[in-house]
T-cell receptor
Framework: QQQVKQSPQSLIVQKGGIPIINCAYE??????FPWYQQFPGKGPALLIA?????SEKKEGRFTISFNKSAKQFSLHIMDSQPGDSATYFC?????????????FGQGTTLQVKP | EPEVTQTPSHQVTQMGQEVILRCVPI?????FYWYRQILGQKVEFLVS????????KSEIFDDQFSVERPDGSNFTLKIRSTKLEDSAMYFC???????????FGQGTRLTVV
């Protein structure tokens, strides 16, 4: 019940394409869903996050879609660029009043070809 | 921009030796975390720390592991007797009160030989 399942494991798109990464969770107590971007040799960096009271959130070229009934959420990267090539992790957490522990998905390695 | 800093960036140690990984969280943050990432795998939660005590720990965080905030700025992870399977990237993270946004450090790559 603590798992977050992420797919695909890897993804290759052409510049300008819209890669979509999907995550699913089981624990309905989760109420905070961030996406992290990680470049080789670096720590994960928060990209965008959503709470279950909204179905979509956009920040720049990054969009999270959230389906509470299906317990799924996804990351869309609009107009993808070679600089977006990185590993992306979804995560889930129970929110305020909790310890802040993040449960991460397995990660998706994205390659954006020029 | 404030950031979480970790030292050393890479540590090689003999199996059975003790190692201490160091972190300086962001100054106004009060929640501290250690995560690890075995090469090519997902990031795994180890422990969270608040108000000078462990608030939650995972099954990975057994008696070989301990954490400490020895002064007002550092947060350390000690592994008493390292095993080969402890080889991983260890990330420190911190968050401020009332926020679930965790900021991660650059990581320490631990290699146990």
């Amino acid at each position: 019940q603590q798992q977050v399942k992420q797919s695909p494991q890897s993804l290759i798109v052409q510049k300008g394409g819209i890669p979509i990464i999907n995550c699913a969770y089981e624990n309905t107590a989760f109420d905070y869903f961030p996406w992290y971007q990680q470049f080789p040799g670096k720590g994960p960096a928060l990209l965008i996050a959503i709470r279950p009271d909204v179905s979509e959130k956009k920040e720049g070229r990054f969009t999270i879609s959230f389906n509470k009934s299906a317990k799924q959420f996804s990351l869309h990267i609009m107009d993808s660029q070679p600089g977006d090539s990185a590993t992306y992790f979804c995560a889930a957490s129970r929110g305020s009043g909790n310890t802040g522990k993040l449960i991460f998905g397995q990660g998706t390695t994205l390659q954006v070809k020029p | 921009e404030p950031e979480v800093t970790q030292t050393p960036s890479h540590q090689v140690t003999q199996m059975g030796q003790e190692v201490i990984l160091r972190c300086v969280p962001i100054s106004n943050h009060l929640y501290f975390y250690w995560y690890r990432q075995i090469l090519g795998q997902k990031v795994e939660f180890l422990v969270s720390f608040y108000n000078n005590e462990i608030s939650e720990k995972s099954e990975i965080f057994d008696d070989q592991f301990s954490v400490e905030r020895p002064d007002g700025s550092n947060f350390t992870l000690k592994i008493r007797s390292t095993k080969l399977e402890d080889s991983a990237m260890y990330f420190c993270a911190s968050s401020r009160p009332g926020s679930t946004e965790a900021f991660f450090g650059q990581g320490t790559r631990l290699t146990v030989v």
